[in-house]
């Protein structure tokens, strides 16, 4: 799907990050280009309201967390698709989506929660990232069409000479052989997108988007040359789709943010009123890889399997806004720390991004504080 790079401090054993095909949807450039697109569309007053929800946090940024989470979250994986036979000629919910289990239900779910005046902070950030990203996977015609190969998952097809399954070629691959930086396509698309009346694309529903992608994949994406070589009249053909498909996408996200969150009354974001380079656990996401503080009230505190212990802020795992993450404890101090639960303390270092979830490593004890007062 359209994903990041973590970088640990040099003692510190490693975590596996995801790999391989369905690591990515649309790829992370994808998915970022679309929250760009989607940022440019958004009314002055829904920009303000996401900005609050995101604790700062830019849409671009939080464009790529609803895949970086699946391998915590793996029951979420399900909401980024719906297989809809590629024979079909509608959406039937009875066998496509009968769970619920589907991205065409999940969106509905969040367009919701992110209207819910009851919704807590945290359900409706997760609500929000889960929109900016699904938007996204709902344009990519293979989220929405099998054709008995899980979506082309297992098709395997020849491109520029190498072996890939069918599926990745259309969550970048065919946007990679533009051979563009994502700035550089970015500037392409929005060269076509002052060519056009976006206004148009903003009609219709989820289904109906989720319907169009179908009939995309079933006219090109499933189009496959024989030997199953994709030469260069397929990526002719299909890469302006793909083009139009990250500007419609774009496009319906920012409408549907700014039908969403029309009466959202948004928490002004100002300068940290706990000083400079100290950020709330809310706030943390927004500002990795920076050197900072970020304070909040530590709600468990998580020894795993492998003996690496996680303070978990704002809500308990997997939920919570923020982690400071002791890797093989050896400092002594390290026993002590479950009588931090229910304390506001605040934790220094580098802030990270691991699997979607905002973190500092910490090795001594001198990083954890108490906390100043909100």
């Not at 975590?15 to 958004?42: C, D, F, K, M, Q």
């Not at 319906?252 to 969150?261: E, I, Q, T």
């Not at 959202?264 to 100290?278: D, E, I, M, T």
């Not at 468990?300 to 492998?306: D, E, I, L, P």
């Amino acid at each position: 799907m359209w994903r990041s790079l973590l970088l640990l401090f040099a003692f510190a054993p490693l975590r596996p990050t995801p790999t391989g095909p369905n690591s990515h949807v649309w790829y992370a450039e994808g998915h970022r280009l679309i929250a760009r697109i989607a940022e440019s569309r958004l009314t002055p007053h829904t920009a303000e309201s996401v900005r609050s929800i995101l604790g700062g946090q830019s849409m671009a940024a939080a464009s790529t967390w609803a895949d970086d989470i699946k391998t915590q979250r793996p029951q979420t994986k399900p909401v980024h698709f719906v297989n809809i036979p590629l024979e079909a000629t509608s959406y039937d919910p009875a066998s496509q989506c009968g769970t619920g289990h589907c991205i065409i239900a999940e969106l509905e779910r969040d367009r919701q929660a992110l209207m819910d005046s009851g919704s807590t902070d945290i359900e409706r950030a997760e609500a929000l990232r889960f929109l900016i990203h699904l938007i996204g996977d709902l344009h990519q015609p293979l989220h929405v069409a099998d054709d008995h190969d899980r979506g082309g998952n297992d098709r395997n097809v020849m491109l520029r000479g190498e072996w890939l399954d069918l599926h990745k070629v259309w969550d970048g691959e065919l946007i990679k052989t533009m051979g563009l930086s994502e700035e550089a396509y970015f500037q392409r698309l929005k060269k076509e997108m002052d060519s056009l009346n976006l206004s148009e694309f903003e009609s219709g529903t989820t289904i109906d988007w989720a319907m169009e992608g179908h009939s995309i994949a079933k006219e090109h994406a499933y189009h496959i040359p024989k030997g199953s070589h994709l030469g260069q009249s397929y990526v002719d053909e299909n890469l302006p789709l793909v083009d139009m498909a990250l500007i419609k996408a774009g496009v319906r996200l920012a409408k549907v943010l700014n039908d969403a969150l029309m009466h959202y009354q948004p928490a002004p974001l100002a300068a940290s009123p706990l000083g400079p380079q100290v950020y709330t656990d809310r706030e943390a996401a927004a500002h990795v890889g920076e050197i900072a503080m970020v304070v909040g009230t530590v709600v468990s505190v998580h020894r795993s399997k492998a003996g690496n212990i996680h303070l978990n802020f704002g809500a308990d795992y997997p939920h919570q806004t923020f982690s400071g993450t002791i890797l093989n404890p050896r400092d002594p101090g390290f026993n002590q720390l479950d009588t931090l639960a229910g304390k506001r303390v605040g934790v220094r270092g580098v802030i990270k991004s691991y699997k979607g979830q905002a973190e500092i490593l910490i090795e001594s004890m001198d990083q954890i504080v108490p906390g100043p007062a909100p």
